[in-house]
């Protein structure tokens, strides 16, 4: 009996270790958008570089860091990521603290929603790998 107990309850703590695994690599890993500098006009590692040494997948996350109120993140296409096109954003982030879920493998755009901002380089593209 005892022993029966003691096996149930190893078995059960296995699967909830299973479980717990499968509900993270579903849920991915966070980057944090230009490392300890955050969302800002002028990182010490420009946003292009930042991009191209981390490897993105389909369902990590990304933070942007900055000031509520004094900036945002618009999530943008193609085409007004090249113009610095801020007036038609597929999403707007301004929470101060703001993550996105990629949740399809592709490209993204990302520029910032503060007048003037994007045009003097604040814009970040990321590339998700297919699985
Ligand atoms: C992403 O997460 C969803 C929901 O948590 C899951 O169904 C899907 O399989 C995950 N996709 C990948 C590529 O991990």
Do not use: T
């Amino acid at each position: 009996m005892m022993a029966f107990s003691s096996f149930s309850s190893n078995g059960l703590a296995f699967l909830l270790l299973l479980a717990m695994a499968l509900v993270d690599s579903a849920r991915g890993c966070v980057f944090y958008a230009g490392g300890k500098d955050g969302w800002v006009l002028h990182p010490s590692e420009s946003y292009g570089h930042w991009a191209e040494r981390n490897w993105f997948q389909v369902n990590d996350s990304i933070v942007f860091k900055y000031k509520k109120g004094e900036d945002s993140v618009l999530v943008v296409a193609e085409q007004d990521f090249d113009s610095c096109d801020v007036s038609n954003p597929i999403r707007k982030l301004d929470g101060g603290d703001s993550r996105f879920v990629f949740e399809r493998s592709g490209p993204f755009f990302f520029v910032s929603g503060a007048p003037g901002r994007c045009e003097r380089g604040q814009k970040l593209a990321v590339v998700v790998m297919a699985v």
